[in-house]
């Protein structure tokens, strides 16, 4: 029964100098691929900047100062355009600088003899195996080189290779750049590969090197794909299979067209929701016989667990850390402004690894998060009351949920349109229809996939009397797609001149919505927001 949602007149917000050096710091990444500067020239802009910002709050005066005067800003002008050049310096020195020490030296197209590890978890199909490995060394000249640098290696279909797997291969070596090609458009290079080789001839020297955790991790994952493809039906073990564990290449291509097609694949991709319900369950079941600290403290170690289970993609990453930092905030009285988190998140993720910024994983992600944080409450609520005013009360609260679920589609979907129409310029008019037929039975979904395997572990009988109650959820999932996905005239070209229009309202809607949050001098608040899974979500 969903009940109204009260709001409380709240105080001014707090300044907020950590968001807006985050952002700046972001901007700087993207201008520095602009900009053809060097590490160096970018590290000392930001010393001079520094010194500069220093200056400005000792000698300036704040009360007539434009951003040290603001309550939302408090911080010095100065201060941003150091944090701009300190994002500038850290996209430079990302950039590759390949020596004679490096794999990607020796990537000439010519035939190579390589020894490598296997540090990823490999992508089995039916067309292919994939993984990425680490070279130790390189055979030269009849001498054996120690060599650093990782390899994006292709093998054919059922080969079966393992984490930790020492081989020894011999085939063509290329590299995965171009001449004065910027690494941040190659996806493999984004990820720290410069070198591929595709169908070596491949000798297995060793087995189970590399972590032992990450060992153990991988083949509680393998454990549990093999659970779902024993109990379930195939198609509806591959789906879920990318729904709960991430390994969405078993999923059949019809079906897999069928998602994209009618606006739905972003179903089988691991997301925020998969952290809320994770951390939800542990902190109930926990919170019973541990203190608060200690139940979040559990939580934030199974989110962090989750996450490289599944492989730590950039939407999964997010949401972790988003979770990470709500949940102490939570236990601790603080208040979490979701606007706040994902950009300072945005930024730390973006530290680590500055070439994410082009990463469309993360570019969705990001997008999505921020339509659904600043969009959908000021709409939900304007249609809320639209219809109280024409109707009543009673009308409203009986629509209320539909309208919840209707606008966040539609704003999620408007947030991340260019992106999409970018990778494929084709729109589906039965989007809408899709998502609404699908995204309510999610939660049971996962719910009763999440226990099926859970128990398999511990009592399988119990976890297939999951199994088959999972398996109607999936295959009515499939079954709406294929429906969808295949109608005659269901998608419509749109030219190049429409995806920037639609990139221009995008970023207009989302200035102007941020912008309204952001300057809001009182907040509401509503019971909601004291739930940290609000924020992962």
Request: with cysteine; proline share 6%.
């Amino acid at each position: 029964m969903f009940t109204q949602i009260r709001y409380h007149e709240q105080p001014a917000p707090n300044p907020m100098p950590l968001f807006w050096l985050c952002l700046s710091f972001t901007a700087g990444i993207f201008v520095a691929a602009l900009l053809p500067l060097s590490a160096w020239t970018w590290l000392a802009i930001a010393v001079i900047l520094l010194v500069a910002a220093w200056l400005e709050g000792h000698f300036c005066s704040h009360r007539t100062h434009p951003l040290l005067s603001r309550p939302l800003f408090q911080i010095p002008i100065a201060l941003i355009g150091a944090c701009l050049a300190l994002g500038g310096w850290r996209f430079q020195s990302a950039q590759p600088h390949i020596s004679a020490d490096d794999l990607a030296w020796y990537a000439d197209g010519e035939s190579r003899v390589i020894t490598a590890r296997i540090v990823s978890y490999p992508e089995e199909s039916a067309n292919s195996t994939r993984a990425v490995l680490q070279a130790i060394s390189l055979y030269q000249e009849g001498q054996e080189k120690p060599v650093r640098g990782n390899l994006d290696l292709r093998l054919p279909g059922g080969f079966h290779i393992s984490y930790g797997d020492v081989l020894r291969l011999e085939g063509s070596l290329n590299a995965v750049l171009d001449d004065g090609q910027p690494a941040f458009q190659s996806y493999l290079a984004r990820d720290g590969i410069l070198s591929r080789m595709y169908y070596p001839q491949v000798d297995t020297l060793a087995y189970g090197s590399g972590s032992i955790f990450m060992r153990w991790i991988y083949q509680v994952r393998d454990r549990a794909q093999d659970i779902i493809f024993d109990q379930i039906p195939f198609p509806e073990s591959s789906l879920l299979s990318g729904i709960l564990l991430g390994i969405d290449w078993e999923i059949p291509d019809y079906l897999e067209e069928a998602y994209r097609s009618c606006g739905v694949l972003h179903i089988i991709a691991i997301s925020g929701y998969n952290i809320a319900l994770i951390s939800g369950l542990i902190i109930r079941l926990t919170r019973r016989f541990l203190s608060p600290g200690k139940a979040g403290a559990a939580a934030i170690l199974t989110i962090a667990v989750y996450t490289l289970f599944v492989g730590a993609e950039p939407a999964v990453v997010r949401a972790a850390i988003m979770g990470s930092l709500s949940i102490p905030a939570h236990y601790f009285g603080r208040k979490v402004i979701p606007l706040h988190s994902l950009v300072v998140v945005a930024a730390i993720m973006l530290a680590g690894s500055p070439m994410l910024l082009w990463n469309i994983g993360f570019q969705l992600s990001f997008l999505a998060c921020l339509g659904l944080i600043t969009m959908v409450d000021p709409i939900q609520q304007w249609l809320y009351h639209f219809i109280e005013k024409k109707f009543s009360e009673g009308t409203a609260l009986w629509w209320q949920p539909i309208i919840i679920l209707v606008v966040s589609t539609l704003v999620a979907q408007f947030s991340v349109s260019p992106v999409l129409l970018n990778l494929n310029p084709v729109i589906s008019i039965h989007t809408l229809a899709a998502n609404l037929a699908l995204l309510p039975i999610q939660p049971m979904l996962m719910g009763l996939g999440g226990m099926a395997v859970i128990f398999s572990f511990i009592l399988p009988p119990v976890g297939k009397f999951f199994s088959y109650m999972v398996w109607p959820f999936l295959a009515y999932n499939n079954r709406v797609a294929v429906h969808f996905g295949f109608q005659p005239k269901g998608e419509f070209q749109v030219s190049s001149v429409f995806i920037w229009l639609s990139l221009a309202a995008v970023i207009s809607a989302l200035t102007v919505f941020t912008i309204h949050q952001m300057s809001a001098l009182k907040q509401p608040k509503t019971e909601q927001s004291r739930n940290p899974n609000t924020v992962i979500t």
